[in-house]
């Protein structure tokens, strides 16, 4: 069963990992965008990574794409703490160099259209890490994401080092579900492939 | 490592599964006391049950403590605890629940204490609390105790059918 969906946006992709794909990831955790970012030593390793991309998107815990333009791999999107009760998830993207922004912003995009229809999510969060690229808060604003709160020192850089962190949040006007029964209100109840309608498409009908 | 301690007229001891369920409910049964978090008062034996459970789990696993702060007098007055700890990060969230019982003083040779032992002891850089923002008294708190604010998040929580926004306050170790 595919938990992690092909997206398609202007210029490129998103796709999930397959073991197919270590070479690709080798080259991209070798560039680490975080600040104190380790590297891995062995291949072998990023094996682990894709068999735990699966096992994350079929618990709704996280989820991994690999983002390629023109056919070439630069970068990945990462969904991680998860609330799928709490209709809230945190998201990065984590790109090579040669990685634009433009592309970056619209694989951003593509995913996040997906989780809020897929899955209602309705509170994304994005970390912007200090000493990451300026452009990414540009494209974070771009997106409608408002800066919420600055975390002192909570990401840690080397053995003695710290960083702050810009926590962005984008909220949709996607409705929430009522709680009730199977019918009631014309709830959804975990048949979360039906669709909400908002209150306006009801006063239309 | 030992995680009790006395701290100024106060014990910090974790709880005990067996005798501390009464003490527990009657301090957690107050809504005023966790309405900041937010959490339901704990009313019933199956809460009680349901929290020792995952105070136990969570401090075998090394993810949260639970501290059970007495008086003088043997009373209950607080529950302290620190949650989420990320040992790669070095950081952990730290949430209060208190009786009219202790005040502020009290409340600083407590928060010191623990702040002495997760800074000291076990190493941690930064601890940090998430509280609805609108409770003035803990507020009042957080900034008598040196806590920073650091921002306010949107909608983490759903309690009673209202989307509750967390405000985030911070202390680091030195």
Redesign the interface.
Known sequence: MKFTPELEFEGGKVRPLTLDDLDHLWNIYQQPELPGQSKPKEKEQLARLVDYSIKMAATQRGMMWLLEVDGQVLGMVNVYDWQASLLRLTMRVDGLPELSIKHRQAALSACMDFLAKKYHTRNFAYQWIDGQKEEIRTMLTNLGFELRATLRDAWRVGNSGFANIEQYHLLNNQEKPKAGRLGEFDNPAQNINKDVPTETQKETK | MNWNFIAGDYLLRLPVADSDRTILQTLLQVPEVSAHIPRLPMYFEAQVDDEFRQMVQRFDAREAAFWMVENSEDKLVARISIQHINW????AYIQWELSDEIDLDGLSVVVSAIKDFCFKNLGL??L?MRLRPDFQRHIQLLEALGF?Y?????????FQNENIDLA?W?V?AK
């Open positions: 790669l990060q070095r950081s850089h930064r940090e920073e650091e921002g306010c998040l949107p909608e983490q929580l759903e985030v911070s680091l």
